[in-house]
């Protein structure tokens, strides 16, 4: 009997998801933990795998529908199960009638039709390839042709190929209608109400790196020959965002209702631009974190974001954001705070400009870091205070191990 696949409860204040790619065909046979789907939710996305070694028998409910956590939303045949099945059960009596047809049963024609209507089951899939084959109507020949995709692959299959997609041609002119993603229409939702609800203002500075490239450069060697990891950039903000923050704890709080409550503990959201939209996973007690530490979770979420495997408790909470717009060459820009939150850190690239020490003109790499804060709680004192220590204990490293 076939097995109904249900959508598994992805965390407490989620009821509903999004189907966002079937990645398996009706009839297509599959092995155990193979992803069947791509699921979105309003935190993250993550795959439905097969219970087992069997056939995905029926498709319930379609990519693009929205359906409650606990529904079914496909049926699976187990291996052990097929001879178990209604198709099955079809073809063992017409077999046996077609064996003794010469001894009693002469004129049964129909018996033998039975099979070629079987054959007619997987035209469905063929429609798929067909529909496929027009870019202009729906989604790209890319993730229609590759066969078996492995775990690391859906979710960037899955932004290429949009759920219930709509073209219109008028005149030669093209518009296509695409649903919003669930996750997208979260991280807009939250956006709505940063800007409705917080009086957010944006302070600036610039950092010069030089010290910590130096750092880097010099230990980098022993330090990946260690901890399997490199010594990268964010390790180094991670841990003077909390020196800062200690110093201000009015940007490690948040308001609620009318108190504003100040958490003792650090809780630093990193934002990753994943394929199918924001994500930002939480270092938690991230004061208690090593160097080495940091870099390994900060990697470790950046490959899970891509692969769809972050957990919706790893993307919750937080007490400050940091945001590196610098990997894809920003310049300048003004991050929006994520509720409840009072602040945010923006990175952006490191570019070699002229400056002025000591009466000299020097070239050295150049950061500009931008802190956007919550005005109702944070003073501008306290926030450009906030990202002069930063400043501070980026250029001079050292502080932050001796705590001056």
Known sequence: MPIELKIPAVGES?????????????????????????IDSEKTTFELPAPQNGRLVKILHQAGDTVKVGDAVAQFEADGEAGKSPAAKEKTPQKSETKNAGETKTEKPPAAKKPEAEKVQPVETAEENSSAESEKETAPEKPVEEPQPVAAKPVAKAEVKTPVAKSKNSGGREEEV????????????????????????TTFNEIDVSAVQALRK??????????????GLMSFFVKAAIDALKQFPQLNAEIRGNDIVYHNYFDIGVAIAAERGLVVPILQNAEQLSFAE????????????????????????GTFTITNGGVFGSLFSTPIINPPQTGILGLH????????????????????????????????REAVLFLRRIKEAIEMPARMLIEI
């Open 218 to 231: 010099q230990h980098q060697e022993a330090f990946e020959k260690r901890y399997q990891v490199k010594l």
């Open 14 to 38: 989620i009821t509903e998801v999004q189907i966002s790619e079937w990645l398996k065909a009706e009839g297509d046979s599959v092995k155990q933990d193979e992803p069947l789907a791509v």
């Open 349 to 380: 690239t490191i570019q070699e400009r002229p400056i002025a020490v000591e009466g000299q003109v020097v070239i050295r790499p150049m950061m500009y870091v931008a802190l956007t804060y919550d005005h109702r709680i944070v003073d501008g």
């Open 294 to 317: 940091v870099e390994k979770a900060i990697g470790d979420f950046g490959r899970r974001a891509k692969d769809g495997k972050l957990k919706p408790d790893e993307l919750s909470g």
């Open 178 to 201: 695409v649903p919003m993603t669930m996750l997208r229409r979260t991280v807009a939702k939250n956006l709505i109400e940063a800007t409705q609800t917080m009086a957010m203002l």
